[in-house]
């Protein structure tokens, strides 16, 4: 996807896109591949799957939800930024953080934060579970994009959605998560909307699950990770 197809795909999906936009994805996808040399960011390296895989991809959860009416976002597990750093770009109302376990990461968004000038941004350097422990029902929206499966993804995370807001996980295909509607129900959630769509150009499917947290959590979350990978609650 070159720059010009990309500018034409998000449009189809409501957002424009300025000169200083474009400029700030041009700075991050140098960041992305000077660092990537130092540190195991990403396999996706080539100009073009960068703009299609990590830029677009990242942006398309505006398919599910309209960002311009949220005023927080947390993004689990955020890697190199995708999507918490993209979203940043082009909603820049929004107060962002972004959630790691490897330091390395970490330094890396915090780097890109400053070079691009973003304001409003955090890179945290913690494990999800023990970040939720201390910010119960902070956000309206936390996602996360291709981390771990959806139970464990909610069970460590639900906690940081504020009651009324959303949980919205960004995956490919979407067999084999659906099982979970048990965990969902236990968590106080339900199952707003799915959305099944394929990328431009490769036409890989991918998957946005929005998930309505309808009251608290129960005070037995979030789990540890450990806990979670040995007794799923399925």
Not at 167 to 183: H, P, R, S, T, V
Request: aromatic share 8%; glycine share 4%; net charge positive.
């Amino acid at each position: 996807m070159n720059q010009d197809k990309f500018i034409e795909e998000i449009k189809k999906i409501g957002i424009e896109i300025t000169e200083d936009k474009l400029l700030q994805l041009e700075k991050y996808y140098e960041l992305l591949i000077k660092y990537n040399e130092f540190i195991n960011l990403t396999s996706i390296t080539n100009k073009k799957e960068v703009y299609l895989k990590h830029f677009y991809d990242s942006i398309t959860i505006s398919k599910i939800i309209d960002l311009n009416k949220e005023k927080s976002l947390c993004d689990l597990g955020s890697g190199a930024g995708f999507p918490g750093i993209v979203i940043k770009i082009f909603f820049p109302h929004l107060e962002i953080t972004l959630i790691d376990s490897l330091n390395k990461r970490v330094k890396f968004l915090n780097t890109v934060i400053e070079e691009l000038n973003l304001k409003g941004i955090k890179a945290i350097h913690i494990r999800i579970e023990e970040y939720a422990k201390c910010n119960k029902e902070k956000y309206d929206i936390v996602t996360a994009r291709a981390v771990a499966s959806l139970n464990i993804l909610l069970e460590l995370g639900i906690n940081l959605v504020k009651v009324g807001k959303y949980f919205i996980a960004m995956k490919g295909n979407i067999n084999n998560e659906l099982q979970y509607k048990n965990i969902i129900k236990k968590l106080n959630c339900s199952i707003e909307n799915i959305i099944e769509f394929q990328l431009p150009i490769e036409n890989s499917k991918r998957s946005l699950i929005k998930i309505k947290k309808e009251k608290s959590t129960p005070k037995i979350f979030p789990r540890k990770y450990s806990e979670v990978k040995k007794n799923p609650l399925i």
